[in-house]
């Protein structure tokens, strides 16, 4: 595969023994954040593929699991978590097939239902262009009933995904923001007609669609602009086919404030009214947060009643003030995603 | 140092050639005062210019104070003009180390012009270590940064109202900025951690774009604080403290507002509290009863009962909004 992907590259290659070599080139630099970028590492994922969410403490959250493909991104968002998360952050792609192909079938042999995404460490869709994995990825879903893929992205490269076959296993979700933050925030991603229209061809080939209102950002309009995003969304897109759409606002390690400050110095994002949250996280001041939730969320469901909303990393509070219940009345956050995966996407594991 | 001690004239000695002049010149009358009282104790150290007369050393001020006395000779040790120049800077500190411990500004110059001479830091350090002035690479590096910042900086940190690390901090400040925030630790002479916190709240403050910081300092809403010359120092930092987070803050000070307004009308007393949760992100309020014997427990008992009842209270639980449309 390694010869495979540097024959499609067409870049200067070279042999390290140890992958600590790359990072350490990488921490050397002036820009870390950037140098991380202009290097793709070929490597064995020595851990686990299929890995639980992070998630922090004190808010809600929902049970999701990680196919752990690769680290980093070829895109640069100013807001981008991982350029703190990891130290050094460095484009990796994980080689190794065998080995997560050999978890994946473990995992869907578990008695419940599954979902997983590869694009929490990464994008899921930027690799297509080095190695295209989602296709295999969407086959092996389709033969099993019990688990759901989640394939995120802000890129539109869904053309090479299986035109059928895929039996509904495989979620295209995209992360959707305003063309403000998208033009300003979002560096090399997709514009948000382009998403949109992405996502309309994969909901053309009958692919469940999900939706991702995170990070959203608060400036003078942004309600406004929001409500403008869901407008544009649902003109294209049919509710019935949304699994779920998820809200959460920009939350960050204290860390990435300096980060930000210095490899965007004309982003304006982590100058808002932020505290330190329980979790140690900076988040917007909560009754910001709500007021930017309700807003949206009132929009959301005027073209969409029925579609299952859910707060990324949120407390009871937020959920009751903005969605008017809290997941325990539905049987907790995990069993209503598990439960719209299982309608909108066929899935019966056994219980 | 191979240098004859000389009484030499003091109209040829040519004050307005700086090449070795790093140190403030404050205190030359108090000086000139002793010298009148004891004679010159330590005589200068002069170089001998190739085109006549001499220039100065070690001892600006000395010879400042000698000349304002009009004496028209002073003993010194003159040293030859080809002597280099990074030698007569060694000799200058050596003299200086002798006498009193150099201030950071005086430090800073003193790095830049030797930066000059020698092209690196671990240059730099060598050369000071001598001569009795011990400042490792990375100072070296501090000095060297913090001499290409405003004069305005460069004299806080001199006068020791602005600390070396929030004087390099603001490097990314612009010009008129850095001037404008060296200016009101000037006025406020606020300590080290006070110091990063304006910094810190300035810079979020201009970060959202609509001004700079120094069209904020220069407006009256700060203006009127810093420049309140009847008002105490420590009270004028309270103040533009408290400014910096109701303008950084606007929506958490308008809930802690609401909150201890309601809290007043709870009626609650002195030896009880009640304390919300931090930036009001979780939802669990914290009640405190300070009580020294079991009727004085009871009488909180009572008191919260009727706490418990009001409708402020309700309010605070409620947590209900405040109207933040104005602002997003
Ligand atoms: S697309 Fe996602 S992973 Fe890539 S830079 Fe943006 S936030 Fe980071």
């Known amino acids: 595969m390694t010869e495979q992907i540097t024959a499609r590259l067409k870049v200067p290659v070279q042999y390290v023994k140890d992958p600590a070599e790359v990072y350490k080139t990488v921490s050397n630099t002036r820009d870390p954040g950037s140098a991380g970028k202009s290097v793709l590492l070929l490597t064995r994922n020595k851990g686990p593929f299929i890995r639980r969410c992070p998630g922090t403490s004190h808010y809600t959250c929902c049970g999701y699991r990680i196919l752990h493909i690769g680290t980093y991104c070829s895109m640069d968002c100013a807001y981008c978590i991982l350029q703190a998360y990891y130290h050094p952050p460095v484009l990796q792609f994980f080689t190794n097939h065998e080995k997560m192909e050999t978890e994946l079938k473990a995992f869907f042999g578990q008695k419940k239902t599954g979902r997983i995404g590869t694009g929490e460490f990464t994008d899921s869709l930027i690799w297509e262009a080095i190695h295209p994995i989602a296709g295999r990825l969407v086959d092996m879903f389709s033969r099993q009933h019990t688990a759901v893929l989640e394939l995120k992205t802000k890129t539109v490269l869904v053309d090479n995904l299986p035109r059928s076959g895929h039996g509904g296993k495989t979620i295209l979700a995209w992360s959707l923001n305003t063309e403000r933050i998208i033009s300003n925030e979002e560096h090399g991603t997709a514009s948000l007609a382009v998403r949109i229209a992405a996502a309309e061809k994969c909901q053309a080939k009958g692919y469940p669609l999900a939706f991702h209102f995170d990070p959203m950002l608060l400036y003078p309009g942004c309600k406004q602009e929001y409500g403008r995003v869901a407008d544009m969304l649902f003109e294209r897109i049919d509710p019935e086919n949304i699994v779920w759409i998820s809200l959460g606002s920009f939350r960050f390690m204290p860390e990435l404030k300096d980060v930000i400050a210095r490899r965007f110095p004309d982003s304006k994002i982590v100058f808002s009214e932020f505290i330190k949250a329980m979790d140690g996280k900076m988040r917007y001041f909560k009754p910001l947060r709500i007021e930017l939730y309700r807003s949206l969320i009132e929009r959301i469901r005027e073209k969409a009643p029925d579609v299952l909303l859910y707060f990324c990393m949120e407390d009871d509070e937020v959920w009751e003030k903005a969605l008017g219940f809290t997941p325990d009345f539905f049987g907790g956050l995990a069993r209503m995603l598990d439960k719209s995966a299982e309608k909108i996407c066929g899935l019966y594991p056994e219980r | ?328």
């Open chain 2, 1 to 328: 140092m191979q240098a004859e001690q000389e009484s030499i004239d003091t109209a040829l000695i040519d004050l307005s050639d700086q090449k070795y002049f790093y140190t403030d010149q404050q205190g030359i009358e108090e000086l000139a005062g002793s010298v009148g009282f004891v004679g010159l104790i330590s005589p200068p150290v002069l170089q001998a210019k190739h085109k006549g007369g001499f220039r100065v050393v070690a001892g600006f001020r000395r010879v400042s104070a000698c000349i304002s006395l009009n004496l028209e000779q002073i003993p010194a040790r003159v040293i030859t003009a080809e002597t280099d120049a990074l030698y007569c800077f060694q000799v200058s500190v050596a003299d200086n180390a002798a006498t009193r411990a150099l201030n950071m500004g005086e430090q800073c110059s003193l790095v830049e012009n030797l930066h000059n001479l020698c092209g690196t830091k671990e240059a730099v350090s060598q050369a000071l270590e001598p001569a009795g002035l011990r400042v490792p690479p990375a100072l070296v590096e501090k000095f060297i940064r913090l001499s290409k910042m405003p004069d305005e900086v460069r004299q806080g940190v001199s006068g020791n109202y602005l600390s070396l690390n929030t004087a390099l901090d603001m490097e990314s400040l612009s010009r008129a900025s850095a001037i404008a925030v060296a200016g009101v630790f000037r006025k406020l002479r606020p300590g080290l951690n006070q110091q990063r916190e304006i910094l810190e709240g300035l810079r979020d403050l201009a970060g959202r774009g609509e001004t700079s910081i120094d069209s904020m300092l220069e407006g009256p809403e700060f203006s009127d604080i810093t420049d309140s010359y009847d008002i105490d120092r420590g009270r004028r930092f309270s103040l533009l403290r408290s400014l910096l987070y109701r303008k950084r803050y606007p929506a958490l000070s308008r809930a802690e507002d609401a909150f201890y307004r309601r809290k007043k009308n709870l009626g609650i007393g002195g030896d009880m509290d009640l304390k919300p949760p931090a930036y009001f992100e979780d939802t669990v309020y914290t009640m405190i009863l300070r009580f020294s014997s079991a009727r004085h427990l009871c009488s909180h008992a009572e008191a919260l009962g009727r706490i418990c009842r009001h409708p402020d209270l309700e309010a605070i639980l409620k947590r209900e909004i405040e109207d933040t449309s104005d602002l997003y």
